[in-house]
């Protein structure tokens, strides 16, 4: 038997990078610098007396880190965290190299999924939407794809948190408008998994946040990143960065002020709570300086998003991206265009998080059939991820023997064993002419409706096992809240 | 003469702020009247960036330009043209609403607002309805516009409305409202006087607003 000679290598996956390891280090001395000589704007007095213990000049609410600093908060960053489902099964790890595709969170406007007519986000659409993500196989993590607009105003992130939480097992991310509300959704992660202790040991959600560019941590968002430290909620604490408009529209520049801004708070959360999980990253991309909309289709997000991603991961952290959106406002040939541009490029540099798969019309609009569409694109997209094997069986030199020049593999043992590998479509339509025309000449757009529609009307999720006892906790702790948002508004 | 308020404009589609300013001063010395200024220079020239704009052959940092040094000249001009009883462009006054930090949009439409010869007060986000009530006590506006990005905060722009009632001077100026989840129906339910979804309509119902 002949054995394989020393200093092989074996290319499992493509190889994909934008930046070299020279630029990399540069925009991270840009980053350092700012970070130190610029500062940012911090809108909280824990957050600041923390960040001045540890060295950091603190001038009102300036603050300017120092780069010791900054190492000594991404030394705690851990490498790896675990998530659960509400019923304790490990669902998710947190590291870089592992990547979850999800929808994204709060657009005020949703596709109907009956008139296909652009229409409020309501309560109903929330468990939906968290049902159908739980049954896309290609879709790692769940979120909500609209705020909701039919219940007490300022509350929509609470009811969205308690209904999805139990309307699925994959991951879920989670958003608040202030920290009261961040700790009602903590105490409903903490209904479900039997206690502040178990929360801690097995944490059920992911929070989301954003800072403001260029360089605000504003008092919601670092109020509500302080909570998640100190509770040991795993969150992301990212920005909305528009190129040209709230940072520069030159993409490295981008990418210096982006980083910044989230470093900050990571900086705060490890200083707070060393050990803590918090990813970085958000959303990238460019003012269309025609239409003064922020576009969700440009190539420049994934351009952006990649770049990103490498830096991120540079530095140690998991890289908080998107991808699947585009600034179509129905389904159409742009939908499928721009989504399969960004999928990809997200698939090649791999994220942690992958988000707003769903998002139409620049974020304003939610639609379900995208996410779906979505869905079968990362499906694709994971073919060319999973390379090609190279060994003695799969180049079937001995199989290619037997059939010879001018024979078939359809008898194969091997073609048997190996065409079950190959990607079997969903929604992509292959049929031959006359079945295609026999069956009334489905576009995509017609399959993809079916497809949603079905899973809406047929798949369950897993709510019916939420036990009694906890589902009346969870609506006590709803309760309580609107007795709380509707006291305050009397005040006023 | 013509000529020279033919070259106003070029200055001021070409967004050279200084050189604008020289010379629509040396044209009012030299004996144009600040009509013929503001209206076949300045007007013109806003009039023509906005439709390269819209047909795509400008894009939004030259606007800007633009606009700001139609700031500038307005300066000059807006004290002249009340000397002469002659009306400048008007007044707008604009604010992003209490609890909202979105910005850039409604810095959009107010450099888009002095690019139309308003003197604009921008007065911030995450303001309380009595600092509407106050600025538009204090600059007399013609147009008071409101932005909100967030359903949330939409309903503030209505208890703008109310205050401004309340106050009594909800018939001296009015309400322009704006940003991603605000729409034509939702201005008519608080009792605005006009909605645009971006900032270039902004600018065209503002004007029509001062018309009607
Ligand atoms: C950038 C952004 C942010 C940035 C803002 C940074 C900054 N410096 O402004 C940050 C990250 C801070 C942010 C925060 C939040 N955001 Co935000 N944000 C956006 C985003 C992506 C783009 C907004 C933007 O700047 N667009 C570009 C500008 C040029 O356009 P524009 O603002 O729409 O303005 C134009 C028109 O609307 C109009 N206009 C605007 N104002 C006015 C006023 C008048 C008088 C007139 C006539 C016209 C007019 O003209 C403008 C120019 O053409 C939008 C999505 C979107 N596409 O709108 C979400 C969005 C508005 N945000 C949203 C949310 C939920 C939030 C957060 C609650 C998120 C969170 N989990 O914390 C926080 C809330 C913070 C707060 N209290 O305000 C939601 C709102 C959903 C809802 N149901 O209300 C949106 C729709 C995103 C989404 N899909 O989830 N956000």
Same mark, same amino acid.
């Given at each position: 038997?002949?054995?394989?000679?020393?200093?092989?290598?074996?290319?499992?996956?493509?190889?994909?990078?934008?930046?070299?390891?020279?630029?990399?280090?540069?925009?991270?001395?840009?980053?350092?610098?700012?970070?130190?000589?610029?500062?940012?704007?911090?809108?909280?007095?824990?957050?600041?007396?923390?960040?001045?213990?540890?060295?950091?000049?603190?001038?009102?609410?300036?603050?300017?880190?120092?780069?010791?600093?900054?190492?000594?908060?991404?030394?705690?960053?851990?490498?790896?965290?675990?998530?659960?489902?509400? /019923?304790?099964?490990?669902?998710?790890?947190?590291?870089?190299? =592992?990547?979850?595709?999800?929808?994204?969170?709060?657009?005020?406007?949703?596709?109907?999924?009956?008139?296909?007519? =652009?229409?409020?986000? %309501?309560?109903?659409?929330?468990?939906?939407?968290?049902?159908?993500?739980?049954?896309?196989?290609?879709?790692?993590?769940?979120?909500?794809?609209?705020?909701?607009?039919?219940?007490?105003?300022?509350?929509?992130?609470?009811? +969205?948190?308690?209904?999805?939480?139990?309307?699925?097992?994959?991951?879920?991310?989670?958003?608040?408008?202030?920290? /009261?509300?961040?700790?009602?959704?903590?105490?409903?992660?903490?209904?479900?998994?039997?206690?502040?202790?178990?929360?801690?040991?097995?944490?059920?959600?992911?929070?989301?946040?954003?800072?403001i560019s260029p360089l605000v941590?504003?008092?919601?968002?670092?109020?509500?990143?302080?909570?998640?430290?100190?509770?040991?909620?795993?969150?992301?604490?990212?920005p909305c960065a528009i190129g040209g408009a709230t940072v520069p529209?030159?993409?490295?520049?981008q990418?210096?002020v982006a980083?910044?801004e989230?470093?900050?708070?990571?900086?705060?959360?490890?200083?707070?709570?060393?050990?803590?999980?918090?990813?970085?990253?958000?959303?990238?991309?460019?003012l269309?300086?025609?239409?003064?909309?922020y576009?969700?289709?440009?190539? +420049?997000?994934?351009?952006?998003?990649?770049?990103?991603?490498?830096?991120?991961?540079?530095?140690?952290?998991?890289?908080?991206?998107?991808?699947?959106?585009?600034?179509?406002?129905?389904?159409?040939?742009?939908?499928?265009?721009?989504?399969?541009?960004?999928?990809?490029?997200?698939?090649?540099?791999?994220?942690?998080?992958?988000?707003?798969?769903?998002?139409?019309?620049?974020?304003?609009?939610?639609?379900?059939?995208?996410?779906?569409?979505?869905?079968?694109?990362?499906?694709?997209?994971?073919?060319?991820?999973?390379?090609?094997?190279?060994?003695?069986?799969?180049?079937?030199?001995?199989?290619?023997?037997?059939?010879?020049?001018?024979?078939?593999?359809?008898?194969?043992?091997?073609?048997?064993?190996?065409?079950?590998?190959?990607?079997?479509?969903?929604?992509?339509?292959?049929?031959?002419?006359?079945?295609?025309?026999?069956?009334?000449?489905?576009?995509?757009?017609?399959?993809?409706?079916?497809?949603?529609?079905?899973?809406?009307?047929?798949?369950?999720?897993?709510?019916?096992?939420?036990?009694?006892?906890?589902?009346?906790?969870?609506?006590?702790?709803?309760?309580?809240?609107?007795?709380?948002?509707?006291?305050?508004?009397?005040?006023? | 003469?013509?000529?020279?308020?033919?070259?106003?404009?070029?200055?001021?589609?070409?967004?050279?702020?200084?050189?604008?300013?020289?010379?629509?001063? /040396?044209?009012?010395?030299?004996?144009?009247?600040?009509?013929?200024?503001?209206?076949?220079?300045?007007?013109?020239?806003?009039?023509?960036?906005?439709?390269?704009?819209?047909?795509?052959?400008?894009?939004?940092?030259?606007?800007?330009?633009?606009?700001?040094?139609?700031?500038?000249?307005?300066?000059?001009?807006?004290?002249?043209?009340? +000397?002469?009883?002659?009306?400048?462009?008007?007044?707008?006054?604009?604010?992003?609403?209490?609890?909202?930090?979105?910005d850039i949009?409604?810095d959009?439409?107010?450099?888009?607002? /002095?690019?139309?010869?308003?003197?604009?007060?921008? %007065?911030?986000?995450?303001?309380?309805?009595?600092?509407?009530?106050?600025?538009?006590?204090?600059?007399?506006?013609?147009?008071?516009?409101?932005?909100?990005?967030?359903?949330?905060?939409?309903?503030?722009?209505?208890?703008?409305?109310?205050?401004?009632?309340?106050?009594?001077?909800?018939?001296?100026?009015?309400?322009?409202?704006?940003?991603?989840?605000?729409?034509?129906?939702?201005?008519?339910?608080?009792?605005?006087?006009?909605?645009?979804?971006?900032?270039?309509?902004?600018?065209?119902?503002?004007?029509?607003?001062?018309?009607?």
């Open positions: 038997m002949a054995t394989t000679r020393a200093n092989q290598s074996e290319n499992k996956t493509p190889r994909f990078s934008l930046l070299s390891k020279d630029q990399k280090e540069e925009i991270y001395l840009g980053v350092v610098k700012t970070l130190a000589d610029t500062g940012a704007d911090v809108h909280n007095e824990e957050a600041r007396d923390v960040l001045k213990k540890h060295g950091c000049k603190v001038d009102g609410v300036r603050v300017y880190i120092p780069q010791e600093v900054v190492l000594k908060a991404l030394d705690t960053v851990p490498p790896t965290t675990t998530l659960y489902n509400w /019923e304790g099964k490990e669902n998710c790890r947190i590291e870089i190299g =592992r990547t979850y595709f999800g929808p994204g969170p709060t657009p005020p406007y949703f596709i109907d999924p009956e008139t296909m007519e =652009r229409r409020k986000y %309501l309560r109903k659409d929330a468990s939906m939407v968290a049902r159908v993500c739980d049954a896309l196989p290609n879709i790692g993590y769940v979120d909500s794809l609209g705020s909701i607009s039919d219940v007490t105003n300022g509350l929509a992130d609470l009811y +969205e948190h308690a209904d999805q939480i139990q309307n699925t097992t994959k991951p879920l991310m989670s958003w608040a408008f202030n920290v /009261e509300n961040a700790r009602d959704e903590h105490r409903i992660g903490i209904a479900l998994a039997g206690g502040e202790q178990a929360f801690r040991d097995k944490p059920n959600f992911v929070h989301y946040g954003e800072p941590s504003d008092k919601h968002a670092i109020d509500k990143c302080v909570y998640c430290a100190k509770e040991r909620i795993p969150q992301v604490y990212t529209a030159s993409h490295a520049g990418i210096v980083m910044s989230a470093l900050v708070g990571v900086v705060v959360a490890q200083l707070l709570n060393p050990g803590t999980c918090v990813i970085i990253g958000g959303m990238q991309s460019i269309d300086m025609k239409h003064s909309t576009a969700y289709g440009a190539p +420049e997000l994934s351009l952006m998003s990649a770049a990103l991603t490498e830096m991120v991961n540079y530095i140690g952290l998991p890289m908080f991206s998107q991808s699947g959106c585009t600034d179509t406002k129905k389904l159409e040939l742009q939908s499928g265009v721009e989504a399969t541009m960004s999928v990809h490029a997200a698939m090649l540099t791999g994220p942690t998080f992958v988000h707003d798969n769903g998002y139409t019309e620049s974020g304003k609009t939610g639609n379900i059939f995208q996410t779906v569409l979505d869905d079968e694109v990362i499906g694709m997209a994971r073919v060319i991820q999973g390379g090609i094997t190279v060994n003695e069986d799969t180049l079937a030199v001995e199989q290619i023997r037997n059939v010879g020049p001018g024979g078939h593999y359809l008898y194969e043992d091997h073609t048997l064993e190996h065409a079950k590998e190959h990607w079997r479509p969903s929604l992509m339509n292959r049929d031959s002419y006359e079945d295609w025309d026999t069956k009334g000449r489905p576009t995509m757009s017609d399959r993809i409706v079916k497809k949603t529609r079905d899973l809406i009307e047929n798949y369950e999720g897993p709510s019916s096992r939420v036990p009694s006892d906890v589902k009346k906790d969870i609506d006590k702790i709803l309760e309580e809240a609107e007795e709380r948002v509707q006291g305050k508004s009397q005040l006023h | 003469m013509e000529e020279k308020l033919g070259s106003i404009s070029q200055t001021l589609i070409e967004g050279k702020a200084d050189e604008l300013q020289k010379q629509v001063q /040396e044209a009012l010395d030299g004996g144009a009247t600040p009509e013929d200024v503001m209206n076949q220079a300045l007007v013109a020239g806003m009039d023509a960036v906005g439709q390269q704009w819209k047909a795509g052959d400008m894009f939004i940092p030259e606007v800007i330009r633009s606009a700001k040094a139609m700031s500038g000249a307005m300066d000059i001009i807006r004290p002249k043209l009340s +000397e002469s009883g002659g009306a400048g462009s008007g007044t707008f006054v604009i604010g992003t609403v209490l609890r909202d930090l979105h949009g409604k959009l439409v107010a450099m888009m607002m /002095e690019g139309a010869g308003f003197k604009v007060v921008n %007065l911030g986000i995450d303001l309380d309805a009595e600092v509407f009530v106050d600025a538009v006590k204090e600059h007399k506006p013609d147009i008071l516009g409101m932005s909100a990005l967030l359903t949330t905060t939409m309903p503030q722009m209505g208890e703008v409305i109310n205050a401004l009632k309340e106050a009594g001077i909800r018939d001296q100026v009015k309400v322009m409202v704006g940003g991603a989840p605000v729409s034509e129906e939702y201005a008519e339910e608080i009792g605005a006087d006009s909605y645009a979804p971006n900032a270039a309509t902004a600018v065209d119902k503002a004007k029509e607003l001062l018309q009607a």
